[in-house]
């Protein structure tokens, strides 16, 4: 009996260090996922993550992507995007929640 709750507390701390949860994919997987089909539909690549948090439903990302590069650099349009995804990473739902020019501050 030991033996079987050591076993369960060893592959637990394994599912917290590698960001997976029973029955889901690794963090990294499932950002990746997202990522691919989130270029796939809108053309925009995702350049960062800035928000990763579990939902009811999946997974919630804020990614960061350049819409209109301009020269110089300072002045390209650059937009926030909220992707939703079910918990293997496909996405279910993106929207943009803020466009600004590259050189400027948070403005939140």
């Known amino acids: 009996m030991a ?6 507390k060893r592959e637990q701390d394994e599912e917290r260090r ?5 029955g889901s994919r690794p963090v990294l997987d499932v ?3 997202a990522g691919a089909e989130f270029t796939e539909l809108t053309g925009l690549r995702a350049e960062a993550v800035t928000r990763f948090e579990r ?4 997974w919630v990302l804020e990614t960061e992507v350049t819409e209109l590069a301009r020269v110089p650099d300072t002045m390209s349009l650059r937009a926030t995007y909220e992707v939703t995804t ?7 739902g ?3 929640v803020q466009r600004y020019e590259r050189g400027r501050a948070d403005r939140r």
């Open 86 to 92: 079910d918990p293997d990473g496909r996405i279910t």
């Open 3 to 8: 033996d079987d709750e050591t076993r369960e």
């Open 94 to 96: 993106y929207r943009r």
């Open 55 to 58: 939902d009811t439903d999946g």
């Open 18 to 22: 590698s960001g997976t949860a029973p």
């Open 31 to 33: 950002i990746r996922t």
